[in-house]
């Protein structure tokens, strides 16, 4: 991992013109009012339980760095659960790109970035053996739900 080109793209994503309609981007997808970028993924057969383990491990201690490091320039923070917002789907309208990371990962170190008028979250998204485990940065202009 390199922390310091993640830290860059995630301020640069901070500043970055929100697209009109949803699609693909350099780094990711994005939307009206959000970019997603993936920073890293993990291959490997879909559906190894012991491998998807292993990658997830792998990938929650890069995003436990990257949070280190995004800390000490935007101040400490505590874990987002986004299962709380999952459980909160089924009875009202999360907005994006918030109902997209709640339905893909467990927890989320969110800040509000001052100064710009967005939200920045990083996270570990796939949930079981049968999803790509990755690690994205989320960065809108929607207040967390």
């Known amino acids: 991992m390199n922390i310091a080109r993640h830290v860059a793209l995630v301020e640069e994503l901070c500043y970055r013109p929100f697209p009109a309609e949803y699609g693909p981007s350099d780094v990711g997808f994005e939307g009206p009012g959000h970019h997603v ?31 280190a490091a995004l800390a000490a320039r ?14 909160r789907t089924a009875r009202e309208e999360i907005p994006e790109p918030w109902a997209w990371l709640s339905a893909r ?7 509000e970035v001052r100064g710009t008028g967005r939200w920045a979250a990083v996270a570990v998204t796939g949930r079981d053996p049968g999803d790509v485990p990755q690690l994205v940065a989320v960065v809108t ?3 967390p739900p």
């Open 37 to 67: 970028a993936v920073l890293e993924g993990e291959g490997g057969p879909v559906g190894d339980p012991a491998g998807w383990a292993v990658a997830v491990e792998r990938l929650e201690k890069d995003r436990d760095a990257l949070y």
């Open 74 to 87: 935007w101040g400490e923070v505590d874990p987002w659960n986004l299962r709380t917002v999952l459980l």
């Open 105 to 111: 990962a467990g927890v989320a170190w969110l800040w």
């Open 141 to 143: 202009e929607t207040v």
